[in-house]
Each structure stands twice: as C-alpha cells, then as structure tokens.
Nanobody, 117 residues
Framework: QVQLVESGGGLVQPGGSLRLSCAAP????????MGWYRQAPGKQRELVAS???????RYADSVKGRFTISRDNAKKMLYLQMSSLKPEDTAVYYC???????????WGQGTQVTVSS
C-alpha cells in the first residue's frame, strides 16, 4: 500500500505554534476528504480536523479556534496550522482520508508533537 508522509512536528512551549504537513503520493488526493488525527500515549487515535474535497472544514471541540486545516490539491499536500498549543495537544499526529476505512493510503509513521515548558 501507498503510505502517507507526515512532517513538521517537534517540541514547542505552551502557547506556541507549529505547522504540520502531509504528502499524499499518487494521483487520488483531490478525490478524498482528508483529516488530521492524533494519538496520545495510552489513548485511541482521534480525528481532530477534516476538510472536504471542496474545502469545507470541521474541528474537534478541543482544537476549535486554535487549529486550521488546509489542503493544496495541486501539490497533493495537507496542512495543519496549530497555534496556542497546550500540553494536552501532545501526541503523534497522522493524516489520512476522513474515512480511513475507504482510504487509498496506509497510515504513515506520524509526526510527534510535544508541548512542554
């Protein structure tokens, strides 16, 4: 299967910002609603933001107003701009189709985001 590639994570202080990127190999990116997911230690993976093919967005309540999802279909890239980061945002962040059971791609390695002073 074709794997997604996430990047842009790191260590940031509370209140800081990060921009995550996701590269989607192949030529099907524009056909899918996409999402950013995260998995904290000991917790299940959760969807935090999604974007439709046409650009409509939805967010989990925990990140609403702080995170912004966007996409560039020409570059086959998905982005997550994160601001006002909190320690509880610490997790491995993944991208995939908004309905991963129907996804063309397999899960990537994810990118670690750590929010700590």
């Amino acid at each position: 299967q074709v794997q997604l590639v996430e990047s842009g994570g790191g260590l940031v202080q509370p209140g800081g910002s990060l921009r995550l990127s996701c590269a989607a190999p192949g030529n099907r990116f524009s056909l899918y609603a996409m999402g950013w997911y995260r998995q904290a230690p000991g917790k299940q993976r959760e969807l935090v933001a999604s974007i439709t093919r046409g650009g409509s967005t939805r967010y989990a309540d925990s990140v609403k107003g702080r995170f912004t999802i966007s996409r560039d279909n020409a570059k086959k890239m998905l982005y997550l701009q994160m601001s006002s980061l909190k320690p509880e945002d610490t997790a491995v962040y993944y991208c995939n189709a908004a309905n991963p059971t129907l996804s063309y791609w397999s899960w990537g390695q994810g990118t670690q985001v750590t929010v700590s002073s």
